[in-house]
């Protein structure tokens, strides 16, 4: 009972935030042809800025077929899923810690057969920022680009003192409030050839999301 509640409030809240917020999308015009050109692609993004990431596409209505996302078999990850699910999105649950074989199986049939996949890259215990080999295997079943996922969100003009908040968490997740302004970067992580060696292409690709994310986000860890 508790937990339909719990439910019930976030999903009130997410369509508040909705409603209320909104977004700027940085390097939509680079993802959008890759959708409009039947490209396949994964999207990773540290698990502190995942509530942000699908609030601020929601809102500035990014054009894009359903992808398929995996959640972890926590109560949390039940909530995620079922959130999801309300908006286009294909679910699969499973984690590093538990079921993630499993999920790492359907994830790598879902590329296969044509679809774009998504993950929270350090979920769903951490460390923070410190990408899991996971993702590799998802970027050889779609054979597409990769796109780190990153942003912010501050208050907004109407009401500047609501600011969103970052939760005491592992991850501090970061929380967007009513009225915020979100800005969502889609970056593209570049092509490395290692000459057949894929050990040497995955080390890159890690250490590369691994690098830019704690550009980015490093100081919350400090």
């Known amino acids: 009972m508790m937990r339909k509640l719990i439910f019930i409030v976030g999903y009130f809240y997410f369509k508040i935030i909705l409603k209320t917020c909104r977004a700027k999308l940085v390097g939509r015009e680079v993802l959008e042809d890759d959708f409009a050109q039947g490209h396949r692609m994964v999207f990773c993004c540290p698990h502190n800025f995942l509530l942000c990431l699908f609030a601020g596409a929601e809102i500035a209505e990014l054009k894009r077929p359903r992808v398929t996302l995996v959640a972890s078999l926590s109560s949390d990850g039940e909530l995620i899923s079922k959130l999801l699910k309300k908006f286009r999105f294909d679910m699969i649950r499973g984690s590093s810690n538990r079921g993630g074989k ?121």
């Open 102 to 222: 499993k999920a790492l199986l359907e994830l790598t049939r879902a590329g296969k057969e044509g679809k774009s996949l998504g993950l929270a890259f350090d979920g769903p215990k951490g460390p923070p920022l410190v990408p899991k080999r996971g993702l590799i295997g998802c970027a050889r079943a779609t054979n597409g680009s990769i796109y780190l996922i990153h942003g912010s969100a501050c208050h907004g003009r109407f009401f500047p003192f609501l600011k969103p908040f970052r939760v005491n968490s592992w991850d501090k997740f970061l929380v967007p409030v009513p009225f915020c302004q979100i800005e969502v970067h889609f970056e593209k992580v570049p092509a490395f050839s290692a000459q057949n060696d894929e050990s040497l292409e995955e080390d890159f690709i890690l250490n590369y999301i691994e690098k830019r994310s704690k550009e980015v986000f490093g100081y919350l860890y400090e």
